[in-house]
């Protein structure tokens, strides 16, 4: 195809607003950790993000965007964006080096997420060690399997702008690696202050911005499409707030935090169906995301589970959510697929395969992971560099 | 009258509270501090590299109570604070002169 520059110049824009997304992130689940743990709560999401993009670069656009191998993974062809090009290739309408960067993004601000779980704990050397083998091993084949040309999107499951690929397989694989890692000393005896509430705001304020070029740009074009996807995005988000605070208000005071939790869980859930759906559509699933992901939250805290910022009840389930949306809202006045509104039930069980298999790819796998860092070099600090806290003993900073 | 200091950990202020609470101990007073004991803080250990984190963040409540109560509120912290770890605090008794209201004129010495 011929470059377009309206197209290219969206996709770089759209670009740079997902890259805020990781710091964003930072700075959310940094605002919600104890004060001894701030600064290796935003650090690890920059570190999330420094480390993903020289896997990128080296090997990881390869796998997942590389020519397929028998469905499952992406050659080694491109690795050192070896024939990424100024040009476009195939159908895109920009340079392939753009979608490269595009893509990028999207795998650094998963594993950042994933960060959820390591909250107040982690030993910095295995994180590094576990993100590399975690965004290799689980993110780049799920993003071949969706978006690469691999075998999930042969089954006809449709996922706009990444809720499999981001946010179920961030979500569920926190899950799993709850399961291994264990509580922080103290959850469920203490109570753990957040450190900063309006610095969370003002995380989830960039998420939400970033947002826009996640699901806008996943049009890969300036176009109606993109403009759907931007509108719906926005809906969904602030449907989803309102639905928190509601659901959260009838048990006690509606927190800022349940606000801008009920705003990404509204953003998560329309994140798979952003280029599917109407905008009443989106109202619908932001609010449904915001009340379910809520619950689930409460559901993790009375099992006791230390999946300590979230990550799977707002954003592995708000992702399962996502994609049986996509399924029941679908519709042909947005795009070219239907849902079970329509009347196709297909669409709907194609959306509940892809959902099973990336819920059990990532959890799976993971934990498998999990066993082995902690096995060898060990998942967590000593219980003395627990409770002087992380940015003293990993970092020797204070806030 | 004598005033009670007691420097605990931080994440074991809400356990003293409800223990004063039960022993009839309801006004008190907190400070966020930071302090360390005998033991010099703690060591961390970095592959032969020493790293001492001295000061650590404590919480410093104070109780005003009567002469005859200063047991009874230190037993009350003594049983809600401990960990049997270093690091679980001191408990300071100061001789109070004098408490004057300041919505009144009453005051008691």
Redesign the interface.
């Known amino acids: 195809m011929v470059l377009d520059s309206g197209d290219t110049a969206w996709i770089l824009a759209a670009t740079a607003l997902v890259m805020l997304m990781t710091p964003g992130v930072g700075f959310f689940y940094g605002g919600m950790v104890r004060r001894?743990n701030v600064i290796s709560m935003i650090a690890l999401s920059f570190i999330a993000f420094a480390l993903v993009s020289i896997q990128w670069v080296l090997f990881g656009y390869s796998l997942s965007f590389g020519p397929d191998v028998s469905g499952f993974i992406g050659g080694l062809s491109l690795a050192g964006l070896t024939g990424v090009g100024l040009d476009p290739s195939g159908t895109l309408t920009i340079p392939a080096l753009a979608f490269m960067m595009y893509q990028l993004v999207f795998a650094t601000v998963t594993l950042a997420i994933l960060t959820s779980v390591f909250a107040e704990r982690v030993k910095i050397s295995a994180f590094l060690v576990f993100g590399l083998l975690w965004t290799t091993l689980v993110y780049d084949p799920l993003a071949h399997w969706v978006w690469g040309g691999g075998w999930l999107a042969g089954l006809g499951a449709l996922d706009f702008a990444g809720g499999t690929v981001v946010h179920i397989s961030a979500g569920f694989s926190a899950l799993a690696i709850a399961l291994v890692i264990g509580k922080r000393k103290?959850f469920g005896v203490?109570?753990m202050e957040p450190a900063n509430i309006p610095m969370a705001l003002l995380g989830a304020a960039l998420l939400w911005f970033g947002w826009f070029g996640f699901n806008a740009g996943s049009a890969l074009a300036a176009n109606g499409l993109a403009a759907n996807a931007f509108v719906v995005t926005n809906t969904a988000a602030a449907a989803g707030a309102l639905a928190w605070m509601a659901a959260s208000w009838y048990h006690g005071r509606p927190a800022s935090l349940g606000v801008v939790s009920g705003a990404v869980a509204g953003l998560v859930a329309i994140t798979p169906a952003a280029g599917y759906v109407t905008p009443l559509a989106a109202i619908v699933i932001g609010a449904v995301a915001g009340v379910f992901c809520y619950g689930m939250m409460l559901l993790r805290i009375k099992k006791g589970l230390d999946e300590s910022l979230d990550a799977w009840s707002i954003h592995g389930m708000g992702g399962v959510w996502g994609a049986l949306a996509v399924g029941i809202f679908a519709s042909a006045a947005v795009n070219s697929y239907t849902g079970l509104l329509s009347g196709n039930v297909t669409q709907f069980t194609a959306q509940i395969v892809a959902v099973v298999i990336s819920v059990g790819y990532a959890f799976g796998v993971s934990y498998i992971l999990a066993r082995i860092v902690d096995a060898t070099i060990g998942l967590r600090v000593?219980e003395?560099?627990e409770?002087?806290g992380l940015d003293?003993?990993q970092h020797?900073e204070t806030a | 009258m004598k005033m009670i200091q007691a420097v605990i950990r931080p994440e074991k202020l809400d356990d003293v509270k409800r223990a004063l609470e039960e022993k009839g101990f309801i006004a008190l007073t907190i400070l966020d501090v930071k302090g360390r004991g005998e033991q010099k803080g703690i060591i961390l250990q970095y592959r032969g590299k020493k790293v001492e984190v001295d000061f650590l963040p404590k919480v410093k409540i104070e109780v005003v109570v009567q002469d005859g109560e200063a047991e009874a509120a230190i037993g009350a912290i003594r049983a809600s604070a401990r960990t049997g770890k270093i690091g679980d605090g001191k408990i300071f008794v100061l001789p109070v002169e004098m408490m004057a209201r300041v919505r009144t004129d009453e005051v008691w010495t």
């Open positions: 001894k103290g203490h109570t000593t003395n560099e409770y002087v003293i003993s020797g």
